[in-house]
Nanobody, 129 residues
Framework: EVSLVESGGGLVQAGGSLRLSCAASGFTSGGYAIGWFRRVPGVEREGLACVASSDGSTYYRDSVKGRFTISSDNAKNTVYLQINNLKPEDTAVYYC??????????????????????WGQGTLVTVSS
């Protein structure tokens, strides 16, 4: 059974940084894409970034390019999301997601979260001004 466990959320001041972690387990075959979404109250989950396990290719939502960095440590089966220069509008629950379909621009389309197979429980990031 696939399990995704996020950690690293918390309260941070605007301008600060956080690194979120997603510990993944239970994958029986390669080829999964793993990435990050976030949910602001009252707004649908939006895709932020994803990484392809096959070749490590990374993809980002346009609005987070330059501030968010996704990376993976295959030895630890962990995917990270580094967020720099945090803003109050980054306050959200951040979720790790995994899917056997390729990572790419489809992750960032409206409603994309509905089609992804595996989810973590989420970690709350609160950015104070």
């Amino acid at each position: 059974e696939v399990s995704l466990v996020e950690s690293g959320g918390g309260l941070v001041q605007a301008g600060g940084s956080l690194r979120l972690s997603c510990a993944a387990s239970g994958f029986t075959s390669g080829g999964y894409a793993i990435g990050w979404f976030r949910r602001v109250p009252g707004v649908e989950r939006e895709g932020l970034a994803c990484v392809a396990s096959s070749d490590g290719s990374t993809y980002y939502r346009d609005s987070v390019k330059g501030r968010f960095t996704i990376s993976s440590d295959n030895a630890k089966n962990t995917v990270y999301l580094q967020i720099n220069n945090l803003k109050p509008e980054d306050t959200a629950v951040y979720y790790c997601a995994a899917d056997p379909n390729p990572c790419g621009g489809t992750w960032f389309q409206v409603g994309a979260y509905r089609y992804l197979e595996h989810w973590g429980q989420g970690t709350l990031v609160t950015v104070s001004s």
